[in-house]
């Protein structure tokens, strides 16, 4: 007997396995550091907290905004769970005082891996498909215990995928922008 290794590649139509484009996540470097200050206060214990921002017209996403975990938050070396009520005020204000929506959610884990656990795929997965939500492809940062950053966008009823995250500087826009004029 002897085995033989086969390869059946996904159909090109195969809803699952293909997206219609792959999104890129611009994120200011303020929240960034925020959240890197975050990791940076226990790296050994994970910490997170939810992303707001906008998206844009050609789909990209925008974050402009980072919460922390909240008061209540479970954090252990293995587990992060956010404290839902702080999120949810976070998330109304934002959107109240700027229009920003949820995007996603971030968090640590205490080694220098960024790859989703099987938790956060199957977290973003019911994110995705939730109506409560309101997104149908939520994004996640993971950031290491050295607060390096990864990202991943999490379509409903897809293979997630990662995401080219951009980190940009509203300083250096403004600047920019005057320099043009």
């Known amino acids: 007997w002897k ?97 920003a929506v949820y995007l996603g959610e971030w968090h640590n884990h205490p080694s220098l891996d960024t790859r989703p656990s099987g938790t956060d795929l199957k977290s973003l997965n019911a994110i995705a498909v939730e109506d409560g939500y309101l997104t149908e492809h939520p994004v996640m940062i993971i950031l290491s215990s050295s607060g390096d950053p990864s990202c991943t966008i999490h379509p409903a009823n897809k293979v997630f995928y990662n995401s080219e995250l951009e980190i940009k500087s509203t300083i250096e826009e403004k600047s920019l922008i005057k320099s043009n004029t």
């Open 3 to 99: 085995l033989h290794g086969q390869h059946l590649p996904p159909h090109e139509r195969c809803v699952y396995c293909h997206h219609d484009k792959h999104l890129k996540t611009l994120l200011e470097a303020t929240e960034l550091e925020k959240m890197q200050e975050l990791v940076k206060d226990n790296p050994q214990i994970e910490t997170g907290g939810v992303l707001a921002g906008h998206v844009m017209e050609d789909g990209n996403l925008d974050i402009r905004y980072a919460s922390g975990p909240g008061p209540n938050a479970v954090r252990t070396p293995t587990r992060f769970e956010k404290d839902v009520e702080f999120c949810q005020a976070f998330l109304n204000e934002k959107l109240k005082d700027t229009g």
